[in-house]
Each structure stands twice: as structure tokens, then as C-alpha cells.
């Protein structure tokens, strides 16, 4: 079956990096996206990886390696406004969404 | 550019009945997701509607069913509806094609009693 792992709960500080990983078994792979959800608000784009390696955007980097089946996103300069929940999704062969069931990730002043 | 609209925001029936919601994409979009959203579950892909033909069906009984117009708009119907059925369903719309990134929609809160 197909599978997309990450941390259900992650905890920081405020102005530190966190690194938050996704690990995934699928059929076929056309990309990898990480979407910012905050509470009771819909998914927002963050960022999106078909190659291996690093895309920077701004604060926020995002690593793919294929051969791995593995991901991180990397926030930087954490602040309080980056709690809410960070989802992983692989898109497979038949270019379907498989979704991580999220990361929650809680700032702490 | 206007966003992904849904309607209702929210919404109440009762076990048994039938439910249709509705979701209008960003202009030039041709692709719609309908996802189901509960706690703990994540994400959970119904299907996907392109130019008026089903592109892709996730693993959801028959109960659920959808449907796009020429103008790209989709909706969503849920038939004899269970408690279970209580979610968030959340639309996404892309181009469909060359790129994928998906623009989401607010919501529909729908709770079954």
C-alpha cells in the first residue's frame, strides 16, 4: 500500500530552525509537497520538490531525496505565527495526492 | 484573482438524508479534489474532476459521488448519509495540467446527527 510518514507533534522556540521529516512509500512518484495548515483554515501552498536536494524559499527550505524516499522542511527564524500543521503529500503515478496525516507544530516564546 | 469558494461553510443534517456541496475554482483552472478531512485522519482524496471527465477516484463508497460543469465548477453529493460522514470537505483547484500545485478552498463543515 501506499504510505507518507511524519511526526504527529513537534514543539520549538521562538527564533530557532526546526526540521520537520516526511517519509514515503508510493506507486510511482511525479513530486512532493509540503502545505502550511493553520487552525480551522485551509491547506496553504509551501513548497514543492520533484528533483533531489535543497529549494530554498524564503525562511522556509524543503530537501528531497528520492532514492531515500525522504523529505524535510526546515523553518528558520521560528516565529509564533508558524504553529499550525504541516502536511506532506506525494503525488503518485496516476498524478493522485497521497497525504501525511500532518505534523503539529507548537511555538514556544 | 479570486480564491476557491465552497458552499455551504457549514452545514447540519440528519443520518439517512443526502447532502450536495458545492465548490467554484480560480479562473482558468480546470482541475477540482475533493478531499475529506477528520481529526487524526488527515487528508483523505475523494476524487478529482477534470474538464467534466473523473480523472482519479480515491477508496470511497459509492455514496459518494461528484460532478463537474463546463464552466469548471464541481459539486459534491453525499447520499444516506452516516455519523462517520462528519467532516471537513475541502476542494482544491489547479491548472491540471503541466503544474500541480493545488489552491484550496475554506471549507464545508458537515455534521451528521
Known amino acids: 500500500g501506499q504510505n507518507i510518514d511524519q511526526p504527529t507533534e513537534m514543539t520549538a522556540t521562538e527564533g530557532a530552525i526546526v526540521q520537520i521529516n516526511c517519509t514515503y512509500q508510493?506507486?510511482?512518484?511525479?513530486?512532493l509537497f509540503w502545505y502550511q495548515q493553520h487552525a480551522g483554515e485551509a491547506p496553504t501552498f509551501l513548497s514543492y520538490?520533484?528533483l533531489d536536494g535543497l529549494e530554498e524559499k524564503g525562511r522556509f527550505s524543503s530537501f528531497l531525496s528520492r532514492s531515500k524516499g525522504y523529505s524535510y522542511l526546515l523553518l528558520k527564524e521560528l516565529q509564533m505565527k508558524d504553529s499550525a500543521s504541516y502536511l506532506c503529500?506525494?503525488?503518485?503515478?496516476?498524478?493522485?495526492?497521497?497525504w501525511g496525516a500532518g505534523t503539529k507544530l507548537i511555538i514556544k516564546p | 484573482k479570486a480564491g476557491v469558494t465552497q458552499t455551504p461553510r457549514y452545514l447540519i443534517k440528519t443520518r439517512g438524508q443526502q447532502v450536495t456541496l458545492s465548490c467554484s475554482p480560480i479562473?482558468?483552472?480546470?482541475?477540482v479534489s475533493w478531499y475529506q478531512q477528520t481529526p487524526g485522519q488527515g487528508l483523505q482524496f475523494l476524487f478529482e474532476?477534470?474538464?467534466?471527465?473523473?480523472?482519479n477516484k480515491g477508496n470511497f463508497p459509492g455514496r459518494f459521488s461528484g460532478r463537474q460543469f463546463s464552466n469548471s465548477r464541481s459539486e459534491m453529493n453525499v447520499s444516506t448519509l452516516e455519523l462517520g460522514d462528519s467532516a471537513l470537505y475541502l476542494c482544491?483547484?489547479?491548472?491540471?495540467?503541466?503544474?500541480?500545485?493545488?489552491?484550496f478552498g475554506p471549507g464545508t463543515r458537515l455534521t451528521v446527527t
Open positions: 474532476y477534470f474538464s467534466e471527465t473523473q480523472r
Open positions: 520538490n520533484v
Open positions: 508510493t506507486s510511482g512518484f511525479n513530486g
Open positions: 482544491a483547484s489547479s491548472l491540471g495540467e503541466g503544474t500541480f500545485e493545488q489552491y
Open positions: 479562473s482558468g483552472h480546470r482541475s
Open positions: 503529500a506525494v503525488m503518485d503515478s496516476n498524478y493522485q495526492l497521497i
